[in-house]
């Protein structure tokens, strides 16, 4: 068993390298990952400052900021995965991995470290930058904080996987993650929380994917959630994360589309 834990993580790290070493190639798509996030921060905060927190009970810098985490898991992980799972296969990349040793879950793993860890190394930046430049008070529950980042990683990298199935090449991933992306900066709250709109609205907008990893890591940073709130913001993370994987079980493509 210790073999086979060792030969595993070995595996990831070689998927890893190896995947490393396409982003930082690929300067367009390094570019999106280290830089856009950022800047969109920026020019959110800029747009919000008009805005009256009212009940919300928000400054604009800490919906810019905890907002920022969202654009982070949405732009590093979930688009930049899309063109990676889809440029692999249709390099024939992952048809070859699958004739090693890597396991499926393992080739698909490897393949998303380099984003998970540029996505956890812009987060702390993030905390850390906001508490610096900006005065947004520490986190005050920080494992609550750490759990939503990487449940969002989790959720954001399956959707990603799952959004390539249907992605004929890397120029239309482009196209393909349009509906996540916008649906999640809308409605998720990543910057207006749900408690500014609409009664209706904001009861339609719990129910979308990112809207509970959003309450978590706002609660995590924030403060004020109660353990009601808590567990269903849990419960829409998980059962989003499920039907991801079940969608990637079902639909996701290990051979170029013809």
């Given amino acids: 068993m210790r073999t086979q834990e060792v030969g595993a993580s070995g595996r990831l790290k070689a998927l890893g390298r190896a995947e490393l070493t396409l982003l930082v190639r690929n300067r367009s798509a390094l570019f999106v990952a280290l830089f856009v996030p950022v800047a969109m921060i920026g020019a959110i905060k800029v747009s919000l400052d008009p805005w009256d927190p009212g009940e919300t009970g928000m400054s604009v810098a800490e919906a810019a900021m905890t907002g920022g985490i969202g654009m982070t898991l949405i732009l590093v992980v979930y688009s930049n995965l899309v063109s990676a799972y889809t440029a692999r296969r249709e390099a024939l990349v992952l048809k070859r991995l699958r ?44 494992e609550l ?51 500014a709109l609409p009664q209706k609205v904001a009861s339609v907008c719990e129910l979308l994917p990112l809207t509970g990893v959003m309450q978590l890591v706002r609660a995590g940073w ?34 170029p589309r013809r």
Avoid: H
């Fill in 99 to 142: 004739t090693g040793e890597a396991t499926d879950p393992e080739i698909l793993t490897g393949i998303a470290l380099p984003a998970a860890v540029l996505t956890l190394a812009q987060c702390a930046l993030m905390v850390v930058a906001g508490a610096v430049l900006l005065g947004v008070k520490a986190p005050e529950r920080p």
């Fill in 145 to 195: 904080l750490l759990s939503g980042v990487l449940s969002g990683m989790v959720l954001m990298t399956a959707l990603a996987a799952a959004t390539s199935a249907y992605t004929r090449t890397v120029e239309s991933a482009q196209i393909t993650t349009l509906p996540v992306f916008l649906v999640s900066m809308i409605g998720s709250g990543p910057f207006v929380p749900l408690e």
């Fill in 222 to 255: 924030l403060g004020g959630a109660g353990a009601s709130d808590l567990l269903l913001a849990t419960l829409n993370a998980l059962v989003w994360t499920v039907l991801a994987v079940f969608a990637v079980q079902r639909w996701f493509r290990w051979e």
